[in-house]
């Protein structure tokens, strides 16, 4: 009990310090991802739409060119196809990934001068992990009794993700900024397909997914 009081001390303490504050920022974004390795499944047709990305992050400016980040993101996969002439199936994944990442302001590098005062433009780079989910890869596994063997979230494909994109930015005021980003995410470890329930085992390859997406941050 005396260690949880001293944690939430040192939290409370941190979040009441005004330099902390002015040094932090909040960013949400909604847009699309497209792209990821796709089973090759030409007998039955199916096809992998893009879905929808979105993402959300906490930001602490280390000094005027570098911050770091820690975000959460979901990344929706729909895919459609036919099982016979007459007849469709449809298999949905989702992917949760967390990332810490290091944010370049280019703004404040000596060639980028030129770029107007209202506008912003930020690098990020990182990694972390993620995990897939399939339903339909579930369902398959609950019905036959099967327990996979993965250390884990069970059922999921577990991976790292590596993170790099960039973010320009239309400054509305002191506080709130107009965020289009521009990223990539390639998946290490990838043991399943994003269509997972078709053909299940990725041969050789690094998954990959780009992402457009539009939000808003705002600066304490």
């Not at 499944?41 to 770091?68: C, F, M």
């Not at 400054?171 to 990223?183: A, T």
Request: charged content about 20%; glycine content about 10%.
């Amino acid at each position: 009990m005396k260690h949880l009081f001293t944690i939430l001390f040192t939290v409370v303490a941190l979040f009441s310090n005004a330099q902390f504050i002015k040094k932090l920022s909040l960013d949400v974004n909604v847009g699309g991802r497209f792209g990821g390795a796709v089973s090759d499944d030409s007998l039955t047709n199916y096809k992998v739409s893009p879905g929808i990305h979105a993402d959300g992050g906490v930001r602490y400016q280390l000094n005027e060119l570098i911050s770091i980040r820690g975000g959460l993101s979901y990344d929706g996969f729909k895919t459609t196809g036919n099982v016979t002439s007459d007849s469709t199936s449809t298999d949905n994944s989702s992917l949760i990934s967390g990332t810490i990442e290091a944010v370049v302001n280019l703004k404040k590098l000596k060639f980028m001068s030129f770029i107007p005062e209202k506008i912003g433009l930020n690098f990020h780079a990182g990694f972390g992990l993620s995990t897939m989910s399939n339903s339909n890869v579930k369902k398959f596994n609950t019905d036959n009794n099967i327990t996979p063997s993965d250390p884990g979230l069970k059922g999921n494909d577990d991976m790292i993700n590596i993170v790099f994109g960039l973010t320009p930015q239309y400054k509305l005021n002191d506080k709130i900024s107009i965020n289009l980003d521009l990223s990539t995410k390639l998946l290490v470890k990838q043991s399943l397909y994003v269509n997972p329930g078709q053909d299940s085992r990725v041969n050789d390859k690094m998954g990959n997914i780009f992402n457009v997406a539009v939000g808003a941050t705002y600066k304490f």
